[in-house]
């Protein structure tokens, strides 16, 4: 047997957005904060294929067997690996399974077992391509593909969807800011393999107060490149989390002076910055230690590992913020899981399928009558 698209077949992209879309021709779902994969079934033969279209299954064997166990045999649905870690999903587990030892990824599923969130189905338990179908005719067969083949599957699961802003509002104050963002689809489009055009995203915007510990040189010329962003942990020391570079030539030149006249001890008195890495010249490997006077806002997307993940943004300076007031605690998680989302959204997909089949019976009983 032969599936109607290839494994190549990318995956449509989100466009980022400063705010949520709204109109009847938007679908929204949670923003999951994982590693997009398609999953490819054709009979005993299952592929796991990531958005850069490389083969994801030798990492995440868990998910190979939970997409053999599903009871269809042919079937390409896209979604979202996860991996569950107490309440939260964590994305360093995520990056611990990429690892060349097939002896150590297996050590890690047994440890935290990975799960498959899936939003689209692109082709159907019959063989069937969808991908040419409107989104709201794919989400349909998708609930329906649900209620027969993912009933009891704890390791795949389906994401919730909604057409109503007021749920939307409800996810964000069930989950806060455990919910990674929002993404909104366009229920009247085909799939937009490999295009941004059908889909946009909002993310959780997160903010934080950070001491500015040091700072590096840009790699040419005489001005600051980025500030070095710390945090301070119970014992009272200053711990190196991130970076913010995002400064026009103007604002480096202007903030230049300034940092260099706080050159200076105590800087980072926890985890301070790492040396220079294989990418850095020999200046930007380099940083400068400053007094702890600065105190900066940023923006950022996520705070994992100790770390914020990505580059922050600058909103503002803070002088009325006390350093010793930028405690890690801005950047803990809240309790509460993204995943509370997934309990209703087959339970919902099932009660949806009996309500069309008690309408289509009463509709059969009229016409008879």
């Not at 980022?16 to 999953?39: M, N, S, T």
């Not at 001491?211 to 980025?226: D, E, T």
């Not at 706080?262 to 985890?271: E, H, M, R």
């Not at 801005?330 to 309500?355: D, I, N, W, Y």
Request: aromatic share 8%.
């Amino acid at each position: 047997m032969t599936l109607p698209i290839p494994r190549s077949y990318a995956p449509m992209e989100a466009l980022q957005v400063g705010e949520l879309p709204l109109g009847e021709q938007w679908q929204y779902e949670p923003k999951w904060d994982g590693f997009r994969c398609i999953a490819f079934r054709d009979g005993d033969k299952v592929d796991l294929m990531s958005k850069s279209g490389k083969p994801l299954g030798r990492y995440f064997p868990d998910v190979m067997e939970a997409v053999k166990a599903i009871k269809a045999d042919r079937f390409v649905i896209d979604g979202e690996i996860v991996i569950p870690v107490g309440k939260l999903l964590s994305f360093d587990e995520l990056l611990l399974r990429i690892h060349p030892a097939a002896s150590r990824v297996k050590k890690l599923a047994d440890e935290h077992p990975a799960m498959l969130i899936v939003f689209d189905l692109l082709v159907d338990d019959k063989g069937a391509s969808l991908v040419k179908e409107p989104l709201a005719s794919r989400r349909d067969a998708l609930e329906e593909f649900a209620v027969r083949n993912l009933a009891g599957a704890g390791a795949i699961r389906l994401s919730p969807a909604t057409t109503a802003e007021r749920t939307v509002k409800r996810w964000y104050a069930s989950v806060g800011s455990a919910l990674d963002g929002v993404i909104a689809k366009r229920r009247d489009l085909p799939y937009q393999s490999g295009e941004r055009t059908g889909m946009q995203k909002l993310k959780q915007k997160r903010t934080a107060d950070c001491v500015v510990g040091g700072f590096r040189y840009a790699s040419k010329g005489s001005s600051m490149g980025s500030l070095l962003l710390g945090l301070y942990d119970e014992d009272g020391l200053l711990n190196h989390v991130g970076f913010c570079s995002a400064f026009s030539v103007a604002e480096r030149a202007e903030l230049t002076p300034k940092l260099e006249a706080l050159k200076g001890k105590p800087g980072f008195t926890g985890q301070a910055p790492g040396g220079p890495s294989r990418w850095s010249t020999e200046r930007t490997g380099e940083w400068e230690p400053l007094k702890t006077k600065l105190v900066v806002e940023v923006e950022y997307d996520h705070f994992t590992g100790g770390r914020f993940r990505h580059g922050t943004g600058f909103l503002r300076w803070r002088p009325d913020k006390s350093p010793k007031q930028c405690t890690m605690k801005q950047v803990q998680r809240e309790a509460a899981s993204s995943l509370l989302l997934l309990g209703a959204a087959t339970r919902s997909a099932g009660k949806k399928k009996e309500a069309g089949a008690a309408v289509k019976k009463k509709r059969a009983s009229h016409r008879k009558g």
